[in-house]
T-cell receptor, first 116, second 111 residues
């Protein structure tokens, strides 16, 4: 079945550095991918919609200059947390619909970011 | 905007007990509704879904019925097992394909 992968699964970085997280759709193409953030014991909050070939759409309150999204190809979207701070520590999850706006979303396993 | 309100947990049940996790939604139009499950250390998995009013989604003994009149999509299971221990998220699919999630309900089933 359709699978979405994320890399890395865990990353620890120092405050002030940048971290890139990759989201790949395996065996299917995704013109749209979604990035979510999940705080401990809380729900997933949509951060942005990644669009292949165009700029990402950010949710209100999400800093686009801090969370850079690049949808490089039909199977890859990247989220770069720039100048990371401890408050950026969180679980980041991406998802991709199987076909365009199909209601069948596939979620990646998530990336746990810890900023020290 | 679209939103989902979900019964807060945690919920602790004994094996073979009946489970209900309430979920209501606010949305324009007629969204698709979902329940996702997240087992410890794993990513989200789709548990069941319903795409229109009165549809019943079911999987692994879990059921939920899309109730337009009460804007609800409550999750039920007649007899829970220890292996059902996880966090359950109610969600709706927005008009642009994005998902809006409830807060999640942690279920612990004790033997």
């Amino acid at each position: 079945g359709a699978v979405v992968s994320q890399h890395p699964s865990r990353v620890i970085c120092k405050s002030g550095t940048s971290v890139k997280i990759e989201c790949r759709s395996l065996d299917f193409q995704a013109t749209t991918m979604f990035w979510y953030r999940q705080f401990p014991k809380q729900s997933l909050m949509l951060m942005a919609t990644s669009n292949e070939g165009s700029k990402a759409t950010y949710e209100q309150g999400v800093e686009k200059d801090k969370f850079l999204i690049n949808h490089a190809s039909l199977t890859l979207s990247t989220l770069t947390v720039t100048s990371a701070h401890p408050e950026d520590s969180s679980f980041y999850i991406c998802s991709a619909p199987l076909e365009g706006f199909s209601y069948e979303q596939y979620f990646g396993p998530g990336t746990r970011l810890t900023v020290t | 905007g679209d939103s989902v309100t979900q019964m807060e947990g945690p919920v602790t049940l004994s094996e073979e007990a009946f489970l209900t996790i309430n979920c209501t939604y606010t949305a324009t139009g007629y969204p698709s509704l979902f329940w996702y499950v997240q087992y410890p250390g794993e990513g989200l998995q789709l548990l069941l879904k319903a795409t229109k009013a009165d549809d019943k989604g079911s999987n692994k003994g879990f059921e939920a019925t899309y109730r337009k009149e009460t804007t609800s999509f409550h999750l039920e299971k007649g007899s829970v097992q220890v292996s059902d221990s996880a966090v359950y998220f109610c969600a709706l699919r927005g008009s642009m394909g994005d998902m809006r999630f409830g807060a999640g309900t942690r279920l612990t089933v004790k033997p």
